[in-house]
Nanobody, 124 residues
Framework: QVQLVESGGGLAQAGGSLRLSCAAS????????AAWFRRGPGKEREFVAT????????DVTDSVKGRFTISRDNAKNTVFLQMNDLKPEDTAVYYC?????????????????WGQGTQVTVTA
């Protein structure tokens, strides 16, 4: 069974930066699309960013465009989310996910495996 473990969350001030990591077990990672989702207080889980299996293409939601960058290192079975210019509205639990045969990478239900989540709190 594939296991995903997020790390790098914590407390940041508005305008600051955090880098999240998600380490995957097994050998399926390099063949899988990866994504980050988040769930803020009182909100449903929402799409943040996704990256193709080989890292050749990325997509991010409009609210983080220009601030967040998703990347991956397949040799290390790891996907990253570099978060710059953080805003209080970025406060959420961030989850990484991977999946194969994904047609709509912005949909939660497309992904096969999920991490436990890491808390990101941004203060004003």
């Amino acid at each position: 069974q594939v296991q995903l473990v997020e790390s790098g969350g914590g407390l940041a001030q508005a305008g600051g930066s955090l880098r999240l990591s998600c380490a995957a077990s097994g050998r399926t990672f390099s063949n899988s699309r990866a994504a980050w989702f988040r769930r803020g207080p009182g909100k449903e889980r929402e799409f943040v960013a996704t990256i193709t299996p080989n890292g050749g293409a990325t997509d991010v939601t409009d609210s983080v465009k220009g601030r967040f960058t998703i990347s991956r290192d397949n040799a290390k079975n790891t996907v990253f989310l570099q978060m710059n210019d953080l805003k209080p509205e970025d406060t959420a639990v961030y989850y990484c996910a991977i999946g194969r045969g994904i047609w709509d990478p912005r949909r939660t239900t497309e992904y096969d495996y999920w991490g436990q989540g890491t808390q990101v709190t941004v203060t004003a």
